[in-house]
């Protein structure tokens, strides 16, 4: 079975501090992708990761995926109350069936 | 585009009835997935369709769950008879192509009592 496991599954900051946040796998993806979900919400897509060592960036949020392709990372700098919300890392299993994993979620205070 | 649409956003329900959930996929779009949210097991697919036909519902969970796509602009999960432990958040997203840029609605709350 393939599963993914991220940590912490809880993160409350104050507002300015850096985080990272993790999503590992025994099981190698072609790609790995990242979503924010928001109370009442469903998750918005935030990047694609498709090569082992890719690292994106999207304002003050970093994704890497690993050399292996079994893990991601996102790095959140400055933190700001509206990056609150449950960050939820994803892959293909095959055909277009996706996993997800449980999810950090964030909370940053003012 | 107004997104992906569901309806009802939340419901209601005893246990034993018949519940229906509906969704509206984004315009041009061709698979449509169904997916749960629960506290304890997290985001879980349960089926998919690729223009309008059933790929994969390995994750339906039983025969009491049903979802049917009768064209491209609207599709329905329905729960026949329901149960507290179908408690859940349910949601509909929409892709476009072989890209995995799926767009999820804001989801049904669902609680059966």
């Known amino acids: 079975t393939q599963l993914l496991e991220q940590s912490p599954q809880f993160l409350s900051i104050q507002e300015g501090e850096n985080l990272t946040v993790y999503c590992n796998s025994s099981?190698?993806?072609?790609?790995l992708q990242w979503y924010r979900q928001e109370p009442g919400e469903g998750p918005v897509l935030l990047v694609t990761?498709?090569?082992?060592?890719e690292v994106k960036k999207l304002k003050r949020l970093t994704f890497q995926f690993g050399d292996a392709r079994k893990d991601s990372s996102l790095h959140i700098t400055a933190a700001q109350p509206g990056d609150t919300g449950l960050y939820l890392c994803a892959a293909y299993t095959g055909g277009f069936k996706t996993i997800f994993g449980a999810g950090t979620r964030l909370f940053v205070k003012a | 585009d107004a997104g992906v649409i569901q309806s009802p956003r939340h419901e209601v329900t005893e246990m034993g009835q018949e519940v229906t959930l509906r969704c509206k996929p984004i315009?041009?779009?061709?698979?449509l997935f169904w997916y749960r949210q629960t506290m304890m097991r997290g985001l879980e697919l349960l089926i998919y369709?690729?223009?309008?036909?059933?790929?994969?519902d390995s994750g339906m969970p039983e025969d009491r769950f049903s979802a049917k796509m009768p064209n491209a602009s609207f599709s329905t999960l329905k729960i026949q008879p329901s149960e507290p432990r179908d408690s859940a958040v349910y949601f509909c997203?929409?892709?476009?192509?072989?890209?995995?840029?799926?767009?999820f609605g804001a989801g049904t709350r669902l609680s059966v009592l």
């Open positions: 369709f690729n223009n309008n036909v059933p790929i994969d």
């Open positions: 997203a929409s892709k476009q192509g072989a890209a995995n840029i799926q767009y």
């Open positions: 315009s041009g779009h061709d698979y």
């Open positions: 990761v498709v090569t082992g060592g």
């Open positions: 099981s190698v993806f072609s790609s």
